[in-house]
Structures are given as C-alpha cells and as structure tokens.
C-alpha cells in the first residue's frame, strides 16, 4: 500500500502522505543544516496534494540563495520541523524524515548542495551527487 504517517516529537502534529516518495535527497545546505540542527537534512518529497495533516502547524518563510520562497513548517508545542515548501516546486511537500514513522520509507538517492557541505561530513559516493540544486530536478515542476 503506498503512503506513509509520521508526527512531531510531542504528536501535536501527525500526516498521512497517500502517496509514496517521489524522492529523498540528502540537502547540505546552509538552510537545512540551520533549520535541522544537523550537519545535512533529509527530505522526502511527496504530492503536496496527497497529504493530510493534523494539529497546527506554525510557519516561517524567507528566500532561497535561489530566490524561491521557502516556508518551513514546524510544531509550535515542540518545535519540530515537519514539513516545507518552494516556490519553486509546485505541488511538492518536503517532508522531513526523522518525523517518519516507517523508516523504511526512507530512502535517499540524492545528495544535493555537496559544495555547501561541511568538510567532516562523510557523504555516500553511491547516490547521485550534485554540487547544486539542479534545475532539471525530476521532483521540481
């Protein structure tokens, strides 16, 4: 059955994605790793259209080195990011993985904005690897 669920930390906030992934890329940009905590995020893109969510989401937007406008949307409870979108991609959400409750949905094939990354972040060389955002990218319409 394709699909997934996932939440905040405190499960203030739950979806349902009635769709599987279109892809999960590895992001080693400045934004992610800012809005994450981590040293790169993983984001699993999905149909904006084909997600439910549940509880209130708060949301901070700003722009992309791109120009695209980007809106993070977080958990107000607990602070956990959950999901995002671009300007620059209609109809796609970015769901962040670590609030995925079946880590098997996650599965990246991409990392992207690898001259952004930090020089101690060990990468995997066997997924598809690209310095930038590509603007051909198959999930960006």
């Known amino acids: 059955m394709p699909g997934f669920t996932g939440k905040c930390l405190c499960g203030a906030v739950s979806y349902t994605s ?34 439910d969510i549940s509880g209130e989401l708060s949301r901070y937007t700003h722009t992309a080195d791109s120009g695209n406008t980007m809106t993070k949307m977080f958990c107000p409870s607990c602070g956990s990011l959950v ?4 300007s620059g991609r209609e109809n796609v959400l970015s769901i962040r993985a670590g609030s995925i409750d079946d880590p098997e949905k996650i599965d990246p094939s991409v990392n992207v904005f690898l001259d952004r990354k930090l020089p101690t972040t060990l990468v995997n060389e066997e997924l598809t ?13």
């Open 83 to 86: 999901a995002g979108t671009s």
């Open 18 to 51: 009635h769709e599987d992934p279109i892809v999960t890329i590895n992001c080693h940009c400045e934004d992610c790793r800012r809005s994450t905590g981590a040293v790169f995020g993983t984001n699993v893109m999905v149909p904006e259209d084909r997600v």
């Open 129 to 141: 690897c690209w310095a930038r955002m590509p603007g051909n990218a198959p999930w960006k319409k």
